[in-house]
């Protein structure tokens, strides 16, 4: 079954609704796919890519990773689809100039275009790359290991009002002062320099009474400390709007998020995107005023249980979709 990608270690999440969602604007002039292009925008293990390029066999793919390991494996697993494949290097507020560089313009363009947002099982499951507090390893939590920022500096070179700032404002963490306290009196004697240290010092700093109800305590800080690293909110709140641009007339897209910061983000943008731009005070929708998209979902839909027992990352995801409205002179009508 193709959605049973073990030997990539990662399971793709809602990948036979993802295909149902975006097929419809993948075959407006084929049923094969042919002539249309699906950019997905965190490729990861290229699960979701896979199911896409084996199911419609005319379909194009311009694929995104800022992760280089990712692109070899994806790479590898795509390697049979020949040049109908595209791989660039980038994070995915870097989609416009990615799709320039691949031959197609930035603006209506494009048929479909996927996020599967947060960290993925790769990365989880590499211990050496700092993700997980589970596992000992170096403080880096880097997606590019080319990046300057580890998590390493944070912790120890950001003040205390910067790491409480972070913890409350990306991790939500009730704790944060606390926390960031504690780490500037501990570091003051040694720099952290692994996960284990910092799980260690949050074991700490987190109340008995949280520790035995509220989850791990490390797990608010890590998300936290990851998206700081990765700048992963101002990357999306860019990367969203660049897509929607993209998208040709009836061309569709589709938003896995995995916390609720993220899926605030895409909510909220959604939002924008299916409102219309006429005046609420007048009675008849102005001309060219028109909301420009209309939502494929209502709200966020969730994986079911038999998914959550088969893969228990996706108990956390929510999908949002949209397609895009207007016709436009490039591509086929909606």
């Known amino acids: 079954m193709a959605e049973n990608s073990s030997d990539f270690g990662h399971v793709p999440v809602l990948l036979g609704r993802c295909v149902e969602l975006l097929t419809p604007a993948l075959t ?22 896979e199911r896409f390029l084996t199911e419609l066999p005319g379909l ?29 290097h980038t994070r995915y507020d870097g989609l416009g100039a990615a799709l320039a560089g691949s031959g197609y313009p930035a603006s209506e363009s494009v048929d479909a275009v996927l996020f599967d947002l947060g960290v993925s099982s790769m990365q989880l499951d590499r211990a050496e790359r700092g993700f ?22 944070i912790v120890n070179t950001y003040d205390e009002a910067a790491l409480a700032d972070i913890l409350h404002r990306y991790g939500e963490e009730r704790f944060a002062r606390r926390i960031a306290g504690q780490i500037v009196r501990r570091r003051a004697r040694a720099p952290f320099t692994s996960t284990a240290e910092l799980v260690a010092l949050l074991y700490q ?5 949280t520790r035995r109800t509220g989850g791990h305590p490390a797990k608010r800080t890590f998300q936290a400390l990851r998206i700081a690293v990765n700048d992963e909110l101002a990357s999306l709140r860019s990367a969203l709007p660049a897509a929607l641009d993209a998208l040709a007339g009836g061309g569709r897209i589709a938003v896995m998020a995995y916390q609720s910061l993220e899926d605030r983000i895409v909510k909220r943008v959604f939002a924008g995107a299916v409102t219309s731009r006429t005046p609420v ?34 108990a956390a995801v929510r999908l949002r979709a949209l397609q895009r409205l207007e016709q436009t002179s490039g591509k086929g009508d909606a």
């Open 28 to 49: 407006r002039s084929d049923p094969d796919g042919s002539g249309a292009v699906l950019v997905d925008a965190t490729l990861g293990a290229g699960g979701h890519a």
């Open 205 to 209: 700093a987190t109340p008995a009474p």
């Open 132 to 153: 997980a507090y589970a596992q000992d390893a170096p403080l880096d939590m880097r997606m590019d290991p080319s990046s300057p920022l580890t998590a390493a500096e």
């Open 281 to 314: 005070d007048l009675p008849v929708e102005l001309p060219g005023h028109e909301p420009l998209f209309r939502s494929l979902t209502r709200g966020a839909e969730r994986a079911d249980a038999a998914e959550i027992e088969r893969n228990p990352r996706s």
């Open 60 to 88: 194009r793919l311009v694929g995104l990773d800022r992760d280089p390991s990712a692109l070899d494996i994806a790479g590898q697993r795509l390697a049979r689809f020949g040049d109908r494949v595209t791989l660039v």
